[in-house]
Nanobody, 119 residues
Framework: QVQLVESGGGLVQAGGSLRLSCAASGSRFSINAMGWYRQAPGKQRELVATLTSGVTTNYADSVKGRFTISRDNAKNAVYLQMNRLKPEDTAVYYC?????????????WGQGIQVTVSS
């Protein structure tokens, strides 16, 4: 059974930094993509950053230049370094792993972790 465990959230002042981590376990398949999404109160879940095939990154316009997604292959982990945080970054952040098996894609989600940025 695939499990994703997130860590690193919390409360930070505007302008500060946080680093989110997400480690996957329990899958025998290769990783096609990894990513971070977030959901603020009253809003839909939105893409923050993705890393596809280990090299191609994609960022939401609102976080470009401030957030960086990275991975550690040995640990099956993905990270989100968040700098110059703003109050509008406040949300529950979810990591996503997409595994690939003979062309079929399987998506798994972390439990979500709260990030709160105070003004």
């Amino acid at each position: 059974q695939v499990q994703l465990v997130e860590s690193g959230g919390g409360l930070v002042q505007a302008g500060g930094s946080l680093r989110l981590s997400c480690a996957a376990s329990g899958s025998r398949f290769s990783i096609n993509a990894m990513g971070w999404y977030r959901q603020a109160p009253g809003k839909q879940r939105e893409l923050v950053a993705t890393l596809t095939s280990g090299v191609t990154t994609n960022y939401a316009d609102s976080v470009k230049g401030r957030f960086t997604i990275s991975r550690d292959n040995a640990k099956n982990a993905v990270y989100l370094q968040m700098n110059r945080l703003k109050p509008e970054d406040t949300a529950v952040y979810y990591c996503n792993f997409q595994f690939l098996n003979w062309g079929a894609k399987y998506d798994y989600w972390g439990q979500g972790i709260q990030v709160t940025v105070s003004s």
